[in-house]
């Protein structure tokens, strides 16, 4: 079995795949101090729980923007699957060109969405990743990474607002409010901030869509991607497993190029 780890800056997802099948698969809080044998335990208490034994994991891929925690995943699985990883970069993606001015500074996490949206839709395509940061990235119809734009998270947004204007509560965004004109504070917070986003996406889509003189497929994903898919006017697809997928064709294309 192949074990799939994405790290983020605020969470981690997690995944296990029997061939080109999603057995399980988990998100956690990204704790940037945990130790190898910490996350260990963290891995067979979830392997458990879904009837996966740890000595079934043959290959590990691993994409990672947290550098702290690299060396310790590293260690994790030498140590515990007696493999090493395979950890995704631009020198890893060998089919994909990225023509970004410095190509090592793509994260692996935007590399990986890439592949796997254009390995399903086979299209130019502009993919919106709602993280701690929400990133836009756009790919040719000839599968070229041209680059995208990075602009802060809704949660880092609201957060700011929360932290510089004292009488303000903090509120659920989660739930798309029932109109833009909000009847009390907390309502209108989330208008402002969910459909003010909103407004950013859809200007940043049409914007690169110019750019790009095509008709791009326009995926979402990440943690907010379905409600803000509610919202938006210009997202075609939600693709929750997008990061995953990537991991998995990144290391079959990987085996496939030693046989």
């Not at 299209?123 to 929400?134: L, N």
């Not at 700011?160 to 739930?175: E, G, H, I, N, W």
Request: net charge neutral; hydrophobic share 40%; with cysteine.
């Amino acid at each position: 079995m192949l074990f799939v780890i994405d790290v983020g800056n605020t969470n981690t997802v997690l995944g296990v795949y029997d061939g080109d099948r999603l057995v399980e698969d988990w998100r956690i809080r990204t704790e940037r101090n945990m130790t190898e044998d910490e996350f260990y335990v963290m891995v067979v208490t979830l392997f458990n729980g879904a009837g996966i034994s740890p000595e079934s994991i043959r290959r590990t891929i691993i994409s990672c923007v947290v550098p702290p925690l690299m060396s310790n995943l590293d260690s994790f699985c030498r140590k515990y699957f007696g493999h090493e990883p395979r950890w995704v970069n631009v020198k890893t993606v060998s089919d994909m060109p990225i023509l970004y001015s410095n190509p090592a500074e793509v994260g692996a996490d935007r590399i990986v969405n890439a592949v796997a949206a254009y390995a399903r839709y086979r299209q130019s395509c502009i993919i919106i990743d709602f993280g701690t940061a929400t990133t836009f990235d756009a790919i040719s119809e000839k599968g070229e990474y041209l680059g995208g734009a990075i602009s802060p998270g809704i949660f880092i947004s609201a957060e700011a607002l929360f932290q510089k204007a004292s009488k303000l509560p903090r509120v659920d965004l989660y739930t798309e409010p029932p109109s833009v004109i909000g009847k009390n504070t907390a309502w209108s917070m989330q208008s402002g901030i969910l459909f003010g986003y909103s407004g950013l996406v859809d200007g940043i889509v049409e914007r690169m869509k110019a750019e790009m003189k095509s008709d791009p497929k326009i995926i979402a994903t990440g943690g907010l991607a379905r409600l803000m898919t509610q919202i938006s006017k210009s997202i075609d697809a939600v693709e929750s497993g997008l990061t995953l997928e990537g991991l998995r064709l990144l290391d079959q294309k990987a085996k496939n190029s030693y046989k």
